[in-house]
């Protein structure tokens, strides 16, 4: 267990080493003859002789290191010097060439340990190595789980543990752990190793960077109770290891009864936010367990404590059921998050830990203090510093929000300044700005609802980042696309015409369907839908009318219901009531008939015929796709595909032989990942391009179309009638396991599924208007509204 021997000899230690060439003296490392240095020893000091021919030319990167090294060893009490080697005295450690490529170290005249010096390559290594030869009863190297386990078993009861995993000895990290260890040894029990598979037996799956571990044993009385575990969640640094144990000692869950603004603890001194979670006597001991429960989840992140509304001699906002103070002198927020997880989550997403010295950031190894666990939240860290042209939008608030919005047409983002999510589409947002800045455009505004929450509550946001588009005598309309730029602003550019237009002439529909209508609009939608009814047909007018409006800011659609409508019809091959798809990169317009089609029928069919023919698959796409449960045909190529093979493929797509598949190519330069799905159903990357038939929904099978066959109409028409026969054999089988996300709020597919699924299987697209404007407030949407307004294209 933890030893006391090292308090007898922590006064004062030095260091000795011994060296090859050095020639100009330096003036923080002493030089010293043999006889000189040897008389300075005391019992429980050591010595450092680099011991050096006094002659020997200065080429020594070592001494560079070691002289850096000197000033942060005389901290810790340990002396460093240099002995020169002379003929008038001897000594065994100028002897032999070999023994001036070790460093020694000594306690008095013992020799404790001595060391290649190409070990201390630095002076991170040598502070490293020096303070884990003399620690080496407080810090315990394990290799095994059972070293640990027999550790933690035998501190059960009696002190807590500090576990580090480094990736090598002598590295920063290393460093950091000892001199932590040097500090706090003698109070907690440090355990160190760096073996990987050890740190994968206590479930760590990220093992890149270094990590230390507080186990919470003292308390732990059963021996057969596991002690709990606390991760550092920052880089290994000293300063950061110094605040993360000071936290661990600090109480886990403080009782107050004062005004919180004037609550100091010594979280908010090393740089950690408070949190109070408000009690009061009728729910006292649910809301302690709760708070207890949420202060183990931020330990070392935060302080919480249990705010007694009860005693309280100051007003707080009635509903307020937790308070936020961010630092010391800053006011404290009250805010009303009914989930513990919320709790959590607002704390993690507005906690910014001081930064450590640039000195100490530079030599970390793996993820600097900019790196966070999840990719967004990283991504907004690292962007921290750009600064945004904000003015480019109007930051709305709750006295100008009514206004803005009934004065003039309004796109309006509601975000939350503590999400990342809010944060990263911020910047998609400003961009749009940038993109539509000099154009005569709605007007782009913002409102932060974590400042203004009862507006975003009238306007039915409850989920962060949610964009409205705000026109007088229209219903709001809520974006639900990608978020980013380039999807935005086509929704926003669609949404400038009337969804479905009303066309009047034989002339304007002809110009409609060739894109001439809405040239600029093309790149924005490459299909145009016209809906062809004949006057009486009034109910399939209102039917398509809902559909249009549905689709609105996503696709193009026109009416066109005419005394003449008939010579469209004919022209076309149109059975009335119709729908006329002119895709404008083809130049081609189909026609599909509507007899006894409802509004939601005809989302469904237009958002289908959005769907490309034989389409690129990219990772934003893949899922819409996969939706429709059938087997992919897939063509991989390492660039742009050969134009026979993709005139082979179309011309069987459009003679229905492959009506039973979706034909697609992946392109694996511009989708890198496709690389990595070939090794899977290949294990050696075959030659490209290379033609598989992918069944996801029914077994996971694969097939590869013959590698000494050409891809042509014949070729390929008589291979997927084997397929279908059973007369193929498959190359492997994709494993049914499922492919979980790290937490539920990460699983995006399971929430696109969710939006895709609502509209084909409502009954009517009655429910997609938000509630109208009115004059004077904005009241708030029918959340049934607000689901049914989304949709997947």
Same mark, same amino acid.
């Given at each position: 267990?933890?030893?006391?021997?090292? @308090?007898?000899?922590?006064?004062?230690?030095? /260091?000795?080493?011994?060296?090859?060439?050095? $020639?100009?003296?330096?003036?923080?490392? =002493?030089?010293?003859?043999?006889?000189?240095?040897?008389?300075?020893?005391?019992?429980?000091?050591?010595?450092?002789?680099?011991?050096?021919?006094?002659?020997?030319?200065?080429?020594?990167?070592?001494?560079?290191?070691?002289?850096?090294?000197?000033?942060?060893?005389?901290?810790?009490?340990?002396?460093?010097?240099?002995?020169?080697?002379?003929?008038?005295?001897?000594?065994?450690?100028?002897?032999?060439?070999?023994?001036?490529?070790?460093?020694?170290? /000594?306690?008095?005249?013992?020799?404790? !340990?001595?060391?290649?010096?190409?070990?201390?390559?630095?002076?991170?290594?040598?502070?490293?190595?020096?303070?884990?030869?003399?620690?080496?009863?407080?810090?315990?190297?394990?290799?095994? =789980?059972?070293?640990?386990?027999?550790?933690?078993?035998?501190?059960?009861?009696?002190?807590?543990?500090?576990?580090?995993?480094?990736?090598?000895?002598? +590295?920063?990290?290393?460093?950091?752990?000892?001199?932590?260890?040097?500090?706090?040894?003698?109070?907690?029990?440090?355990?160190?190793?760096?073996?990987?598979?050890?740190?994968?037996?206590?479930?760590?799956?990220?093992?890149?960077?270094?990590?230390?571990?507080?186990?919470?044993?003292?308390?732990?009385?059963?021996? +057969?109770?596991?002690? !709990?575990?606390?991760?550092?969640?920052?880089?290994?640094?000293?300063?950061?290891?110094?605040?993360?144990?000071?936290?661990?000692?600090?109480?886990?869950?403080?009782?107050?009864?004062?005004?919180?603004?004037?609550?100091?603890?010594?979280?908010?001194?090393?740089?950690?936010?408070?949190?109070?979670?408000?009690?009061?006597?009728?729910?006292?001991?649910?809301?302690?367990? +709760?708070?207890?429960?949420?202060?183990?989840?931020?330990?070392? *992140?935060?302080?919480?404590?249990?705010?007694?509304?009860?005693?309280?001699?100051?007003?707080?906002?009635?509903?307020?059921?937790?308070?936020?103070?961010?630092?010391?002198?800053?006011?404290?927020?009250?805010?009303?998050?009914?989930?513990?997880?919320?709790?959590?989550?607002?704390?993690?997403?507005?906690?910014?830990?001081?930064?450590?010295?640039?000195?100490?950031?530079?030599?970390?190894?793996?993820?600097?203090?900019?790196?966070?666990?999840?990719?967004?939240?990283?991504?907004?860290?690292?962007?921290?510093?750009?600064?945004?042209?904000?003015?480019?939008?109007?930051?709305?608030?709750?006295? &100008?929000? @009514?206004?803005?919005?009934?004065?003039?047409?309004?796109?309006?983002?509601?975000?939350?300044?503590?999400?990342?999510?809010?944060?990263?589409?911020?910047?998609?947002?400003?961009?749009?700005?940038?993109?539509?800045?000099?154009?005569? &455009?709605?007007?782009?505004? !913002?409102?932060?609802?974590?400042?203004?929450?009862?507006?975003?509550?009238?306007?039915?946001?409850?989920?962060?980042?949610?964009?409205?588009?705000? $026109?007088?005598?229209?219903?709001?309309?809520?974006?639900?696309?990608?978020?980013? &730029?380039?999807?935005?602003?086509?929704?926003?550019?669609?949404?400038?015409?009337?969804?479905?237009?009303?066309?009047?002439?034989?002339?304007?529909?002809?110009?409609?369907?060739?894109?001439?209508?809405?040239?600029?609009?093309?790149?924005?939608?490459?299909?145009?839908?016209?809906?062809? /009814?004949?006057?009486?047909?009034?109910?399939?007018?209102?039917?398509?009318?809902?559909?249009?409006?549905?689709?609105?800011?996503?696709?193009?659609?026109?009416?066109?219901?005419?005394?003449?409508?008939?010579?469209?019809?004919? *022209?076309?091959?149109?059975?009335?009531?119709?729908?006329?798809?002119?895709?404008?990169?083809?130049?081609?317009?189909?026609?599909?008939?509507?007899?006894?089609?409802?509004?939601?029928?005809?989302?469904?069919?237009? +958002?289908?015929?959005?769907?490309?023919?034989?389409?690129? %698959?990219?990772?934003?796409?893949?899922?819409?796709?996969?939706?429709?449960?059938?087997?992919?045909?897939?063509?991989?190529?390492?660039?742009?595909? @050969?134009?026979?093979?993709?005139?082979?493929?179309?011309?069987?797509?459009?003679?229905?032989?492959?009506?039973?598949?979706?034909?697609?190519?992946?392109?694996?330069?511009? &989708?890198?990942?496709?690389?990595?799905?070939?090794?899977?159903? /290949?294990?050696?990357? =075959?030659?490209?391009?290379?033609?598989?038939?992918?069944?996801?929904?029914?077994?996971?099978?694969?097939?590869?179309?013959?590698?000494?066959?050409?891809?042509?109409?014949?070729?390929?028409?008589?291979?997927?009638?084997?397929?279908?026969?059973?007369?193929?054999?498959?190359?492997?089988?994709?494993?049914?396991?499922?492919?979980?996300?790290?937490?539920?709020?990460?699983?995006?597919?399971?929430?696109?599924?969710?939006?895709?699924?609502?509209?084909?299987?409502?009954?009517?697209?009655?429910?997609?208007?938000?509630?109208?404007?009115?004059?004077?407030?904005?009241?708030?949407?029918?959340?049934?509204?607000?689901? @049914?307004?989304? %949709?997947?294209?």
């Amino acid at each position: 267990m933890m030893s006391f021997s090292f @308090n007898g000899f922590r006064v004062g230690i030095s /260091f000795v080493m011994m060296c090859t060439v050095y $020639k100009s003296a330096v003036n923080s490392l =002493p030089e010293l003859s043999p006889q000189r240095y040897f008389s300075t020893l005391q019992a429980g000091k050591a010595s450092l002789a680099y011991f050096c021919q006094a002659d020997s030319p200065s080429t020594s990167v070592f001494l560079e290191e070691l002289n850096k090294a000197v000033k942060p060893l005389q901290d810790y009490g340990i002396s460093v010097a240099k002995v020169n080697c002379v003929k008038e005295e001897t000594s065994k450690y100028c002897g032999k060439e070999k023994d001036l490529l070790k460093a020694y170290l /000594f306690r008095g005249n013992i020799l404790l !340990r001595e060391f290649p010096t190409d070990t201390l390559f630095d002076e991170n290594a040598i502070i490293a190595h020096v303070l884990f030869a003399l620690l080496f009863n407080e810090v315990k190297y394990i290799t095994t =789980p059972e070293d640990l386990q027999n550790i933690e078993n035998a501190l059960k009861g009696k002190a807590n543990i500090a576990f580090s995993y480094v990736r090598a000895i002598g +590295t920063p990290e290393h460093r950091a752990v000892m001199e932590a260890a040097f500090v706090y040894g003698n109070t907690y029990q440090f355990v160190l190793t760096t073996e990987i598979a050890l740190l994968e037996s206590i479930g760590m799956e990220d093992i890149k960077y270094a990590h230390l571990y507080f186990f919470h044993c003292k308390e732990v009385l059963d021996l +057969t109770q596991q002690c !709990r575990r606390t991760l550092m969640g920052q880089p290994l640094t000293t300063v950061d290891i110094y605040r993360f144990i000071k936290s661990m000692e600090a109480p886990l869950l403080t009782e107050v009864a004062e005004d919180p603004q004037q609550v100091t603890t010594v979280h908010l001194q090393l740089g950690l936010p408070l949190v109070f979670i408000v009690s009061q006597q009728a729910t006292y001991e649910a809301d302690r367990r +709760t708070a207890e429960w949420i202060a183990w989840r931020l330990l070392g *992140k935060a302080g919480v404590l249990l705010l007694l509304r009860d005693s309280l001699e100051v007003d707080i906002p009635q509903q307020a059921n937790v308070a936020f103070k961010r630092e010391e002198g800053m006011p404290v927020e009250f805010l009303v998050l009914h989930d513990a997880d919320l709790v959590i989550s607002y704390v993690e997403n507005n906690t910014h830990i001081e930064e450590t010295r640039e000195d100490e950031a530079d030599d970390m190894e793996g993820p600097d203090m900019e790196m966070q666990d999840d990719e967004v939240a990283e991504s907004v860290y690292r962007d921290r510093k750009r600064q945004l042209p904000l003015e480019l939008t109007v930051e709305l608030t709750g006295e &100008t929000f @009514n206004a803005t919005v009934m004065a003039s047409d309004s796109i309006v983002l509601f975000y939350a300044g503590w999400q990342a999510v809010s944060m990263a589409f911020l910047h998609s947002y400003v961009d749009l700005a940038v993109k539509l800045k000099g154009t005569p &455009t709605m007007l782009l505004t !913002r409102i932060n609802c974590a400042d203004w929450p009862d507006v975003c509550t009238k306007q039915n946001v409850t989920e962060f980042p949610v964009v409205k588009m705000y $026109k007088e005598g229209e219903n709001p309309v809520s974006y639900s696309g990608m978020l980013g &730029t380039e999807d935005l602003l086509k929704f926003i550019q669609l949404n400038r015409i009337s969804c479905p237009v009303n066309i009047t002439s034989i002339q304007e529909a002809e110009e409609y369907l060739s894109g001439e209508l809405y040239k600029d609009l093309i790149s924005y939608s490459a299909v145009s839908v016209l809906g062809l /009814f004949s006057p009486a047909m009034t109910t399939a007018q209102e039917d398509f009318t809902e559909a249009g409006k549905y689709l609105k800011g996503y696709v193009t659609t026109g009416i066109y219901s005419e005394e003449d409508v008939l010579i469209l019809s004919n *022209k076309y091959t149109a059975t009335l009531p119709a729908l006329l798809l002119a895709r404008h990169k083809e130049r081609q317009v189909e026609s599909i008939p509507l007899a006894n089609t409802h509004a939601q029928d005809i989302v469904q069919i237009i +958002t289908n015929a959005l769907l490309e023919t034989f389409p690129e %698959i990219t990772v934003e796409n893949l899922p819409t796709y996969i939706r429709l449960q059938k087997p992919l045909l897939i063509l991989f190529s390492d660039g742009i595909i @050969n134009p026979q093979y993709q005139k082979a493929l179309l011309t069987l797509a459009k003679e229905k032989h492959l009506d039973s598949v979706i034909p697609c190519w992946l392109n694996l330069k511009n &989708t890198p990942v496709g690389r990595g799905i070939l090794q899977v159903y /290949f294990e050696i990357l =075959p030659p490209l391009p290379v033609l598989v038939v992918v069944n996801l929904h029914s077994g996971g099978q694969v097939f590869a179309f013959p590698s000494d066959q050409a891809i042509t109409e014949q070729n390929l028409l008589l291979w997927l009638k084997k397929l279908e026969a059973g007369l193929e054999s498959h190359i492997t089988i994709l494993s049914a396991q499922e492919w979980k996300p790290p937490l539920p709020a990460y699983d995006f597919l399971r929430m696109m599924d969710a939006a895709a699924s609502q509209h084909p299987t409502r009954k009517g697209p009655e429910g997609m208007k938000e509630t109208d404007i009115q004059e004077n407030d904005i009241q708030p949407e029918d959340k049934s509204a607000a689901r @049914n307004e989304r %949709i997947e294209l």
